[in-house]
């Protein structure tokens, strides 16, 4: 079984919807998560991080963190179609980060 | 503030070419680096990691080698591509090993 597993959609929105995305792991032993936005043809950008349970918000994005069924989430309010890219999880692994496939969200105008 | 430069940004070679990838960063002193390879519908794959300059650790046996010459540089190189090396190879760093980290800007690497 993959460390992280994520739905590769892709998922398609329209402008202004609430969007989830969201992750499985199977390792409880480290937990610090990460989210990324990808755009195509470009390398990964930090979007979030968080070492707890619970939610964490900035701006639009909220992370949210359910380590009893070892769930991540990242919702996007008011989406915007710049928000079109691969959204990837991440989890600590001692020295590496185990990442998910990425989902691709495309936000239509 | 830090940043990541990777070169060159696409490069065509044929079979049994050699390969050499540059990754530099800048603003920061001993990070960690990371070489991955990205392919469709694959995911991250990690390839190489570093702590120190001239200590690489290799996470997946093959045909390609990494160095570290300098504290803020990290190289990949092969001595003959195999048309499987196709695919987008991203260079990142962290402050801390196993704490968050940055990647550059990639480079597509298309092996004919």
């Known amino acids: 079984q993959k460390e992280v597993e994520q739905d590769p959609g892709p998922l398609s929105v329209p402008e202004g919807a609430i969007v989830s995305l969201n992750c499985t792991y199977s390792n409880s032993a480290f937990q610090y998560f990460m989210w990324y936005r990808q755009y195509s043809r470009k390398g990964p950008e930090l979007l979030m991080y968080?070492?707890?349970?619970g939610n964490k918000e900035d701006g639009r994005f909220t992370a949210q963190v359910d380590k009893s069924s070892k769930y991540i989430s990242l919702f996007i309010r008011d989406s915007q179609p710049s928000d079109s890219a691969t959204y990837l999880c991440?989890?600590?692994?001692?020295?590496?980060?185990?990442f998910g496939k990425g989902t691709s969200l495309l936000v239509t105008p | 503030s830090q940043t990541i430069h990777q070169w060159p940004a696409t490069l065509v070679q044929p079979v049994g070419s050699p390969l050499s990838l540059e990754c530099t960063v800048e603003g920061t002193s001993n990070p960690n680096l990371y070489w991955y390879r990205q392919a469709a519908g694959r995911g991250l794959q990690l390839l190489f990691y570093?702590?120190?300059?001239?200590?690489i650790s290799s996470e997946v046996p093959q045909n390609l080698s990494a160095s570290r010459p300098q504290d803020r540089q990290f190289i990949l190189s092969s001595k003959k591509l195999l048309l499987s090396d196709s695919g987008f190879y991203l260079c990142?760093?962290?402050?801390?090993?196993?704490?968050?980290?940055?990647f550059g800007p990639g480079t597509r690497l298309t092996v004919l």
């Open positions: 570093s702590v120190g300059i001239g200590q």
């Open positions: 968080t070492y707890s349970s």
């Open positions: 991440a989890r600590n692994s001692g020295y590496a980060l185990n």
């Open positions: 990142a760093w962290s402050g801390t090993i196993g704490n968050e980290q940055f």
